[in-house]
């Protein structure tokens, strides 16, 4: 009986044409938008912020650029993980060769060299198509790591080969350490919120706009797109760039505010590329929502199995990490059977279920 | 001749025996992939649960033993018998094509005439669910696989190149024991794809389904027999990547190592897939040895890669696939 759009009247067309035409879904995203920027930052706690909130936002960037690409482009791209770790070391020399620099400057800075190595890498998407594409960009994954592992300028030549987070500031008027031990978790949650908050607008923004249609018409069919007037070079180009920008924000904030140290191969390897496909098809190809959806769902689901079978059944941890293979594995096949459109068309048809309820026609 | 010469050849020598394990993993993939248009990410994860039921059959270990324990309290592991090598390559057999008819009756029959791409990823989902179901049956340790394939540096080899070149080659029994396995596997599959009956149905449903469909072949059938045949070629890929390095995980990873090896032999050419191996295999070997060093080594992590998409490029339809013509 809540959910109805009756009376909810457009009379101009920028109303008629916002993302939310409907005034309880409005009023759930402010709500939600308030309750994320102002609510929680006073509640968080440790715990919350390194086990849940902080990894999901992160992770939803992730998701969201790799949703651009693959759900809205039909690029599909195994290089994650790599575009993640260009993120991660250009923050890191950017931090250790600018000790004056903020962190917004720095994650965003970050995000515009990964746009141009993903630019790079996306340049063979032109001639090679379908999974061609996916395993070429398994060179991508694979070179990328190598190169950070083995060339000791990208690590300021530390003997152990890691690299670690200096602290810096939020911003350079807003002097609350970001990054380093003395950072505290709600700063962090607020930095990516912020992140978050920002990067899905513009992506939401961009997805229905004229790039975001040429994207789909590429996805939909290439030859009939570039017959109609899209240019597939543009395209395709943009597209590898929005994605690897957002992927590459992502993986810099991975690196500097939650982890703080990383080592190369353990944190950007291909299991990487491997969780943040997951996260979209799970959560919806080609929906903003979706990628919110996926992101929560994988961050959650290690910390519910832990909490059923390691605390509840007191299995040991190995057998609870097989279980979640056994899990994902079967999930994603689930998924693309019944519904490849993932947990956001499900999100979509209880909510043309809701408009109806108690009614059945 | 020149020392850096005889080196050179050594390492061409080893690159090949390394493509030809390469090139085992490769055929399965195209085997499915010509019959069924699925590109199996999972052949590798095959590789490593067929190699893993075979040493847990061989050692009598109890499948899922630790769940088990974990459930019950109890503290079982082995059943107390050793089963010979050649019973446990039968059993694990029929246990490959008993999981190529659970996938095909639970999974890919219901995916029928879905994207490419769909299908592609619902493999690697399978990938996952068969790992962690190997990981719970028989454990996620290294084991120790000994089928009594010949192991170890080849005597004959070392001694006569040490009299003819004045340096003895290191040439692995278990890789010459591993071509020549090779070579009987791709003949009899030719053999088999050629003059049986089963063999002319899979290339009849390659070439067109629904011309095959209305003659009266059974596709599920088909696709049962491949998968099984898919299943059958990574128990030989495990059997042989086991025994010379342990059956472990990594050894799913062989299958990421095929992916280049297909794209430039092609997706639908069994002599592709062989060929494509071993050119990975010397190019990357030679790699490795001359320019390597220069670079911090390690680098046959991604020359394989690099060096498809570099190819794909160029020709994207591989060396041996037939050409790609796309309509509207």
Known sequence: MLYREAGDFSTTYSQDNQTFPIRFDRMGYYFALLIGAVVIPFLINDYWANSLLIPFLIYAIAAIGLNILTGYCGQVSLGTGGFMAVGAYTSYKLMTAFPGLDMISITLLSGFMTAMVGVAFGLPSLRIKGFYLAVATLAAQFFLVWMFNKVGWFYNYSASGQISAPERDFFYFINLPVTGPNAESWVKYLFCFLFVFVLSWVARNLTRGSVGRQWMAIRDMDIAAEIIGVNPLKAKLTAFAVSSFYVGVSGALLFTVYLGAVEVGEVYGITKSFLVLFMIIIGGLGSIFGSFAGAAFMVLLPVFLKLLLVDGLSFDTALSAHFQFVIVGALIMFFLIVEPHGLARLWSLAKEKLRLWPFPH | ?328
């Open chain 2, 1 to 328: 001749m020149p020392d850096q010469l005889i080196f050179a050849m050594e390492v061409i020598l080893n690159g090949l025996l390394n493509g030809v394990m390469y090139s085992l993993v490769a055929l399965g993939f195209v085997l499915i992939f010509k019959a069924s248009g699925i590109f199996n990410y999972a052949q590798g994860v095959m590789a490593l649960f067929a190699a893993m039921t075979l040493v847990g059959i061989q050692q009598g270990r109890v499948p899922f033993g630790h769940l088990i324990n974990a459930i019950f309290g109890t503290d079982i592991h082995y059943f107390g018998w050793e089963v010979p090598a050649l019973a446990a390559i039968l059993m694990t057999v029929l246990i490959m094509i008993a999981f190529a008819y659970l996938v095909q009756r639970f999974v890919f029959k219901h995916l029928v005439g879905q994207e490419p791409i769909i299908l592609f990823m619902a493999t690697i989902g399978l990938a996952y669910f068969l790992e962690g179901v190997s990981d719970l049956m028989w454990g996620s340790e290294i084991r120790n696989l000994d089928v009594g394939l010949p192991q170890g540096i080849n005597d004959w080899i070392d001694v006569t190149t040490f009299e003819a070149l004045g340096y003895g080659f290191f040439i692995d029994n278990l890789d010459i024991a591993a071509a020549i396995i090779a070579a009987i596997l791709v003949m009899s599959l030719i053999a088999y794809s050629q003059y049986t009956k089963n063999g002319r149905a899979m290339r009849a449903v390659a070439d067109d389904h629904q011309a095959a469909l209305s003659v009266g072949i059974s596709l599920n059938y088909v696709w049962i027999l491949v998968w099984s045949l898919a299943g059958m070629v990574a128990l030989v890929a495990g059997v042989m990547w086991g025994s010379k390095s342990g059956v472990q995980f990594s050894l799913s990873l062989i299958a990421l190592k095929a992916l280049p090896v297909l794209m430039l032999g092609g997706f639908t050419s069994i002599p592709g897939a062989i060929v494509g191996g071993l050119i990975i295999g010397v190019g990357e070997a030679l790699f490795e040895f001359a320019i390597g060093p220069m670079i911090g080594g390690a680098t046959e992590n991604w020359f394989a890669y690099v060096l498809a998409l570099v190819f794909l490029v160029f020709r994207p339809q591989g060396l041996f696939g037939e050409k790609i013509i796309e309509r509207v």
